[in-house]
């Protein structure tokens, strides 16, 4: 009896230690721990490839991506157009064509004019996995809209932003990695989602998610992000407030191009809703891939910007250039005059190499791997939510008024008791040395011939402990 006692718990002791082991391994991943294949094949044309389809969501004739306009609808069409011709597939489809889930959207444009039911159309095609049984599915996400007829200012001018920053660079990089892996074999289904309104709270993130039933959220093992990408001067791999295993993989990818991302980057309370993960945001946080993260599913946002710099509470964009973000300054030619035609071909290079090796076969071992365990690696975010962040609030102020409440009786209660004691000693002490005098009220009228009053002394006595006459009270 006593040796299966003894049996049984060296096999827990066993059994902890390899738990153990297999976390730390997976929690303390870094850059150098993986092994990453270099994709063979992969040249700087890319780059131009990226280049090319930016300046053609910059050109004449996509310039506006408006929600609410026949520009965002034209580029839908553009962006299903070469979906389609890459054979890609998709589950949705409208009267202008397949691939566009149209959906119905009320938003206020910055001028305060509200928008209600407006039509809009995000763009959803599908690789299926060329496996007998797929290991679930990948998102590549991104926003394609822009401000362009947004009213500038209060004569009715419009800001003419084409918006190369905030959403053009994004789908450009979409559109070159769906050209590059279109022919590409992979344990799981790729999906690329071009969301329209994500310029007023990412509207139709919003809405494809809602419309995910719990079966297929489950499925989604990666949601990858790109955002504000091109005009920035470091790009960035956001993949959540805790360290995990497919994130220090993603940015072992991107070798010594991608930057770290600095631990003060958090901006206070800044809580979106009530089902906000955090009661807290960042940059980093904001943006298609938020309504993924509310339904619990692995996400990374590559963005580019300059974390270091702090100059704005949320973010800066480049050191001594002025923010372009959500401006009218957000232009091709604009990042072109602050950057550079061959820093931002190099930018976006870097991002699209670094995706095509995450993803490709020959480290399709290490990806399943770290996919394997990033659920089980989200935080606990309960506690930080918003919604409890929200009741804590209320019960922080509640007890906050209620100690100032406690403290302002206290001093008062300390300065009456303190006060009465004084005059007591005082007039004791004039007492015994015979030199007790009358007191004189400070309003009481004198009438310097007359006797003293007799009744004075007795008053006096009557009131000195008086909480009425107490200039503390």
């Not at 947004?150 to 070159?176: I, P, R």
């Not at 949601?223 to 791999?237: A, E, H, K, P, S």
């Not at 002490?429 to 007795?458: I, L, M, R």
Request: contains cysteine; hydrophobic residues 35%.
């Amino acid at each position: 009896m006593k040796k299966t006692f003894k049996s049984k718990k060296i096999y827990i002791i066993a059994i902890a230690l390899l738990v153990v082991s297999v976390t730390v391994f997976f929690a303390g991943c870094d850059s150098k721990t993986f092994h990453i294949n270099n994709v063979e094949g992969l040249d700087e044309s890319l780059a131009d490839r990226a280049y090319g389809y930016l300046q053609t969501l910059a050109g004449e004739e996509l310039k506006n991506r408006t929600l609410g306009t026949q520009g965002e609808l034209d580029a839908a069409m553009y962006i299903a157009g070469l979906m389609t011709d890459w054979g890609y597939e998709s589950e949705y489809s409208s009267e202008d064509g397949v691939g566009m889930q149209e959906f119905k959207t009320t938003f206020r444009r910055f001028d305060g004019e509200e928008i209600k039911d407006a039509l809009a159309h995000n763009v959803i095609f599908t690789k299926k996995s060329g496996e007998e049984k797929s290991k679930g599915e990948i998102l590549f996400t991104c926003g394609y809209d822009n401000f362009y007829s947004e009213k500038a200012d209060v004569s009715g001018n419009l800001w003419e932003a084409d918006g190369s920053y905030e959403s053009g660079s994004s789908v450009a990089v979409m559109l070159t990695l769906a050209e590059a892996l279109k022919d590409k074999a992979c344990d799981y289904d790729l999906t690329f989602a071009f969301f329209s309104g994500s310029c007023y709270g990412w509207k139709g993130a919003m809405d494809y998610v809602d419309n995910l039933d719990r079966a297929h959220l489950d499925k989604i093992a990666l949601v990858l992000n790109f955002t504000m990408l091109g005009g920035g001067d470091n790009w960035y791999i956001y993949s959540g407030e805790s360290k995990n295993s497919y994130g220090s993989y993603l940015n072992a990818c991107g070798g010594d191009y991608v930057t770290a991302i600095p631990k003060d980057r958090n901006v206070g309370q800044f809580i979106l809703s009530e089902d906000a993960i955090y009661n807290y945001a960042n940059i980093g946080m904001l943006s298609n891939h938020y309504f993924f993260d509310v339904k619990d599913i692995p996400t990374a946002n590559i963005l580019s910007l300059n974390w270091e710099i702090n100059d704005d509470p949320l973010f800066s964009e480049m050191k001594g250039k002025d923010n372009v973000y959500h401006t009218k300054n957000d232009t091709l030619q604009n990042m072109i005059e602050r950057k550079g035609e061959d820093d931002i071909k190099a930018q976006l290079f870097e991002i699209v190499k670094t995706t095509l090796t995450a993803f490709d076969n020959s480290n399709k071992e290490t990806l399943g791997a770290v996919l394997d365990v990033a659920k089980s690696q989200l935080p606990d975010r309960g506690a930080q939510s918003g919604k409890n962040a929200t009741l804590a609030n209320v019960i922080v102020k509640i007890v906050l008024i209620a100690i100032l409440i406690g403290v302002s009786f206290a001093l008062r209660a300390n300065l009456s008791k303190n006060l009465t004691k004084y005059v007591k000693e005082k007039k004791a002490k004039e007492a015994e040395s015979g030199n007790a005098q009358e007191e004189q009220k400070p309003f009481e009228d004198v009438d310097s011939g007359s006797a003293p009053s007799q009744e004075a002394p007795k008053t006096q006595k009557n009131t000195e402990n008086n909480r009425d006459d107490d200039p503390f009270v």
